[in-house]
């Protein structure tokens, strides 16, 4: 952590693929495994479910974004292994040409995943009912 707020230049592309990975896998585990059925409208008679359709909405398009978000990081990682020990790229020239971009990439394919069910009202058809 310290080295990161020193200079940020000197934090290798590893460094920031994980921090992706983490921050993505917190938001699907908060609100997949940890809100659980809280945020299910109450009259569905679900064990503990307190919310509304709108709550329910709302977990239901984090959960989309942060597991999209997480899968996609996972798959850079894997790309990003594959290229440096088979492929013999540096971390430089990963950097260099995908590194940079894939975080706004992963980010707004993630946001898109997780805004088309909203249109389509397909989070919560009958919301638990």
């Known amino acids: 952590w310290k080295k990161w707020r020193e200079n940020k230049r000197n934090v290798d592309t590893y460094q920031k693929i994980m921090i992706g990975l983490s921050i993505s896998d917190a938001v699907y585990s908060f609100f997949y495994w940890f809100m659980g ?3 299910t409208p109450a009259e569905t008679g679900w064990i503990g479910a307190s919310g ?5 909405t709302m977990q239901g398009f984090f959960y989309a974004f942060g597991l999209t978000g997480t899968l996609l990081y996972q798959m850079i990682l894997s790309l990003h292994m594959m290229l440096l020990i088979a492929y013999g790229w540096t971390s430089n ?3 260099r040409l995908i590194g940079r971009r894939v975080h ?12 088309i069910p909203i249109f389509f009202k397909n989070y919560n058809p009958a919301c638990g009912v």
Request: proline share 0%.
């Open 52 to 56: 509304n359709t709108q709550t329910c």
């Open 104 to 115: 706004f990439v992963i980010f707004g394919f993630s946001l898109l995943w997780a805004l």
């Open 93 to 95: 020239k990963f950097e």
């Open 37 to 39: 059925s809280w945020l």
